[in-house]
């Protein structure tokens, strides 16, 4: 058994595999468009089904260029890609500085609603960010499965994987060096639970300046949620 783990890098290199699954990205991508959806009329910059239907036109070309496993990319594709998430982001800090502004200014009544809508706003920030993280780290989710190793782009973050090669056989066996392992959607969106519930990293380290940016404006993003939108909501109830 051992030795099977040690071979899986020579029987199945990393940039032969198929590609990572599309069907969680368009997942998130979905629950994101519908937490918008969902959000007051005061919370919108524009006309409800605007932005989500923008969202989703951006969103059909890249499920028609890998509808099933992401292994090929363009450049179009890859722009088109990185423009949904910030618009997917852009919109949901806007509704964030807009709840934030009601707060401070209006006398709310509807605590229950302004419940919703700051849980509506902390998970979308869950989400985006981690789709966001998913897109840029080495050059993105293609790239990290077709693309040699060597050949990858540097790294934006360090997971646990990264550096377990020389801990006991069992955790050695699933590392970067022994199983060619890469980080797919899932260990993103983790990220973004950890960096919004802890406000900083936890197991895995930004790397370059731009994702410790992000994570700096994702964590500020969601203690304003935490402590000041649900704090406020909370006291309305009571």
Not at 206 to 235: D, Y
């Amino acid at each position: 058994m051992v030795r099977t783990r040690a071979e899986a890098r020579t029987r199945h290199p990393r940039h032969e595999r198929r590609g990572e699954a599309r069907l969680p990205a368009v997942v998130a991508t979905l629950v994101a468009v519908a937490l918008y959806l969902g959000l007051p009329q005061n919370l919108l910059f524009a006309p409800r089904f605007v932005l989500p239907g923008l969202e989703l036109l951006l969103l059909v070309p890249l499920v028609v260029l890998n509808p099933r496993r992401m292994t090929r990319q363009t450049r179009a594709s890859r722009i088109l890609s990185l423009a949904l998430v910030g618009l997917i982001a852009a919109s949901n800090l806007f509704a964030l500085g807009l709840l934030v502004h009601d707060l401070v200014s209006v006398g709310v009544k509807n605590g229950s609603s302004l419940l919703v809508a700051a849980l509506q706003v902390w998970l979308t920030n869950v989400i985006v960010f981690g789709l966001a993280y998913w897109e840029l780290d080495r050059g993105g989710p293609v790239s990290r499965t077709q693309v040699p190793r060597e050949e990858l782009p540097m790294a934006d973050f360090r997971f646990s994987q990264d550096e377990n090669d020389d801990a006991v056989q069992e955790v050695a066996d699933g590392s970067s060096t022994t199983a060619d392992w890469v980080p797919t959607l899932t260990d993103y969106l983790y990220v973004s639970v950890t960096n919004s519930t802890a406000f900083s990293p936890t197991d895995t380290m930004p790397l370059s300046t731009r994702v410790k940016l992000m994570m700096s404006v994702q964590s500020v993003a969601a203690l304003l949620t935490s402590l000041l939108v649900i704090a406020r909501a909370v006291s309305i109830l009571h």
